[in-house]
């Protein structure tokens, strides 16, 4: 049975940092992609980075680029999210989610909708006070 289980969520002010952790199972991790997705209230859930299923390759969305950093450890089948210089505009909840059909970072980068992934975790809140 498939399970993603976000943690490390917390309140921060801005610009500081926070790492936030997907521990899976139930799936191998190094034959699937990955991705980290978003939510603020009213807002529509957005990618914010992803693993490559193609090539293995890190990608990101325009608003987090050079402050987040997506990466796994197949050992411990856990994927991170490193988020430095936090703003305000981070603020959401924060979902990590696999597709077994296609590749997480079609709905990341590429407008595909997030909604097809196939599996999420309940996600964890990030706070960004200004």
């Known amino acids: 049975q498939v399970h993603l289980v976000e943690s490390g969520g917390d309140l921060v002010q801005s610009g500081g940092s926070l790492r936030l952790s997907c521990r899976t199972s139930g799936f191998n991790l190094d034959l699937f992609g990955i991705g980290w997705f978003r939510q603020a209230p009213g807002k529509e859930r957005e990618g914010v980075s992803c693993?490559?299923?193609?090539?293995?390759?890190?990608q990101y969305a325009d608003s987090v680029k050079g402050r987040f950093t997506i990466s796994r450890d197949i050992a411990s089948r856990t994927v991170y999210l490193q988020m430095n210089n936090l703003k305000p505009e981070d603020t959401a909840v924060y979902y990590c989610?696999?597709?077994?059909?296609?590749?997480?970072?079609?709905?990341?980068?590429?407008?595909?909708?997030?909604?097809?992934?196939?599996?999420w975790g309940r996600g964890t809140q990030v706070t960004v006070s200004p």
């Open positions: 693993i490559s299923s193609r090539d293995r390759s890190t």
């Open positions: 989610a696999t597709d077994f059909g296609g590749d997480p970072c079609d709905s990341v980068v590429r407008g595909m909708s997030v909604y097809r992934m196939d599996y």
